[in-house]
């Protein structure tokens, strides 16, 4: 007899990308698949998912998404290493006709709209953006947290010193947050829970050994999971491989077929593999793992459980 359904949130994927369109690389390579998508997503027992906002053309597209769908949920945000867009909108401003565009996102949403983010640091690609900018439209975003009192959908790359300095410096201003895609050390991992955060989980914190004795110290009750879609599946070289135990069938794009899966997208179902993978580092039942984080989610986030 099988088991009692899972309830599972997704809470981080970036369901606005073109390659749930179809779209590789500028080029169309199969059909729009995001129907089915979301259709395989809610079969597995996931019962919300939370698209991410990288910026404020991703937000809007995830608010239009989001209107159709009552499990569909959005953050509302800039990415560190987009944040030179505040300042281009309006050349030569100090990026407050973005910041107020995304207020109004928020304000005019509400309900739909349950974190502020994704906002954050990354010394990693500083290429796309420099260090002074990323840090200035970090703090400008953590004010979006106080006047709407959202959680925060966080980001940090290389950078956690500085990270967690304009975090504390900020206390007041925000109401929660989780560290999305955590791949940071234990003592990093051990600040941001004592700090009072959240931990996000998907398949680039489960690539190395090192990753995995990191997720093993992280309690319970301070763990989310995520996909990340369509990227940080969890892939065959990953130390995390050999735990995982649910395998969905899949196509090269170029030979896609309608219901199934494509080879290296990843996509919300697959919450279903960083949920084995955590439960067996964990040593706990794969039911009780989700319960659990369900409830630790539906906290945050502010929803009935």
Same mark, same amino acid.
């Given at each position: ?203 680039? @914190? ?15 009750? @301070? ?37 199934? @899966? ?44």
């Amino acid at each position: 007899m099988a088991g009692p359904r899972l309830r599972l949130i997704d809470i981080g994927a970036n369901l606005t990308d073109l390659m749930f369109h179809g779209i590789y690389n500028g080029r169309q390579s199969h059909t729009s698949d995001i129907d089915g998508v979301l259709q395989r997503a809610y079969n597995s027992g996931i019962e919300k998912i939370i698209i991410t906002g990288g910026n404020l053309t991703d937000s809007r597209e995830a608010l239009q998404q989001v209107a159709a769908d009552e499990r569909l949920y959005a953050t509302v945000g800039c990415h560190p290493t987009r944040c030179l867009e505040f300042e281009q909108q309006q050349p030569g401003s100090s990026g407050e006709g973005y910041f107020q565009d995304l207020l109004s996102l928020i304000t005019s949403n509400p309900g739909k709209v349950v974190a502020v983010g994704e906002c954050g640091l990354d010394y990693d690609r500083l290429q796309f953006c420099p260090k002074e900018v990323q840090v200035k439209y970090f703090e400008r975003q953590l004010l979006l947290a106080e006047k709407t009192r959202l959680p925060l959908f966080l980001h940090c790359r290389n950078s956690f010193g500085d990270f967690m300095g304009i975090m504390k410096r900020n206390r007041a201003a925000f109401n929660g947050g989780v560290m999305h895609s955590f791949d940071g050390t234990l003592e990093e991992a051990r600040e941001a829970v004592n700090f009072g955060l959240y931990i996000g989980l998907n398949g680039c @914190s489960l690539k190395s050994a090192q990753n995995l004795d990191v997720v093993k110290s992280i309690p319970i009750g @301070s763990m989310l999971l995520e996909t990340d879609a369509p990227w940080c599946e969890i892939r065959p070289s990953h130390a995390s491989a050999s735990l995982v135990s649910t395998h969905f069938p899949c196509r090269n794009r170029d030979k896609w077929e309608p219901g199934m @899966s494509v080879k290296g997208r990843n996509e919300p179902r697959n919450i279903l593999q960083v949920l084995e993978v955590v439960a067996s580092l964990k040593g706990m039942d794969q039911g009780d793992l989700a319960e659990q984080v369900y409830k630790n989610t539906c906290t945050l986030f502010r929803w009935t459980l």
